[in-house]
């Protein structure tokens, strides 16, 4: 499964959901993709914290399905914040990670995950309720419609293959941020 | 009002309820009244990087928080700081209980305290020390309203002059 097929896959089954993206290649691909799209928050640092500010948009949001594409290296960088999650237990989470077994920004690097670690195993030892690792975008799609429809917080790993090179969009942080905060305006 | 009441209060008044920290001996003197008060909700994190992006992320859902950690943990801070508050102006006040001051018991505990108001300074951001009762209220209230005009993180500093410091 290629990851920008994975993102327009979720994208074609959304519509005003909120969306954070993990810094690099994912934000890159989501504003490539969907570059119109208010919901979409993209991060160009702070890596690690995608799944922490999607914390925090669920829990200011509670209304509304939130979804995290976050990614492994990303995310082994903040395992804690699986924790936290699973405290808070906010049943509008989606968190879908990008699992490409690869630093993929700094030049394919190999993380942990392409060796031993198994980060939907880490999620459940965490304590999310809803935990799914799919390797087909078939999968991911059934998943995926399941977690719009029910309760989370989910927890969706999903396999994909590293070494795309989206292209870098030209993005103002402060208006990306502004125009996300409008969509939650009442 | 003592002072740990007038922090809180202040918090209310400007409408800030969601409250992420890593605890310690001096904030949980805070942290514990707001823990049994249905105004706030509490989010024990894990780290306080952690901390700042879960309330990142509620402010730019529309809903304001602030984080509580210790001064050995704002070394943990820096990088979500530098970028992602800074560049992309996400305010928001924070509490920071102070060691490595007057009374200090833990040689462990200095070098990282005495370095938070240069880490402030580097990244360019406002603090003040909260050193007495008097100026509480005018300092807290004056802080969070600076943070949101400016949108930039504000610190607020709690001395061991304030707060007795932890115990051993």
């Known amino acids: 499964m290629l990851r920008v097929d994975a993102i327009q896959s979720v994208l074609d089954r959304v519509k005003d959901e909120p969306i954070i993206a993990n810094l690099g290649g994912t934000t890159f691909h989501l504003h490539n993709l969907s570059e119109q799209r208010d919901a979409n928050l993209y991060t160009w640092g702070a890596m690690g914290l995608s799944s922490s500010i999607g914390l925090g948009v669920a829990l200011a949001a509670p209304d509304r399905k939130i979804i995290v594409m976050d990614g492994d290296g990303s995310l082994l960088m903040n395992l804690g914040s699986l924790g936290t999650i699973a405290r808070q237990d906010p049943k509008n989470m989606i968190h879908i990670v990008w699992d490409n077994h690869q630093w993929g920004g700094t030049g394919g690097q190999p993380t942990h995950t392409a060796g031993v670690t198994d980060l939907a195993a880490v999620a459940r030892g965490a304590g999310i309720p809803k935990v799914e690792a799919v390797s087909t975008l078939e999968a991911l799609e059934e998943v995926f419609d399941r977690a719009l429809t029910e309760d989370g917080p989910w927890c969706i790993v999903a396999d994909v293959e590293g070494g795309d090179k989206p292209n870098r969009p030209d993005v103002s942080l402060e208006e990306n941020l502004q125009r996300f905060r409008k969509t939650f305006a009442p | ?168």
């Open chain 2, 1 to 168: 009002m003592a002072w740990s009441d007038q922090i809180i209060q202040g918090l209310k008044d400007a409408d800030i309820s969601l409250v992420a920290y890593v605890p310690d001996g001096i904030t949980w003197r805070i942290l514990g009244k707001m823990e049994d008060d249905p105004f706030f909700h509490m989010i024990p994190c894990s780290r306080e990087e952690e901390a700042i992006g879960i309330i990142s992320g509620a402010y730019t859902a529309g809903k304001r928080g602030t984080v509580f950690m210790q001064s050995s943990g704002f070394g943990n801070c820096i990088n979500a700081l530098a970028t992602l508050n800074i560049p992309s102006r996400i305010p928001f006040p924070m509490f920071i209980g102070m060691r490595g001051g007057p009374g200090e018991f833990n040689m462990a505990q200095i070098p990282g305290a005495r370095a938070v108001p240069g880490i402030l300074d580097s990244l360019g951001l406002q603090y003040f020390s909260l050193t007495r009762e008097d100026e509480l209220d005018q300092i807290i209230k004056g802080g969070i309203a600076l943070c949101y005009a400016g949108r930039l993180p504000v610190a607020n500093l709690l001395s061991t002059l304030l707060t007795g410091g932890r115990d051993a």
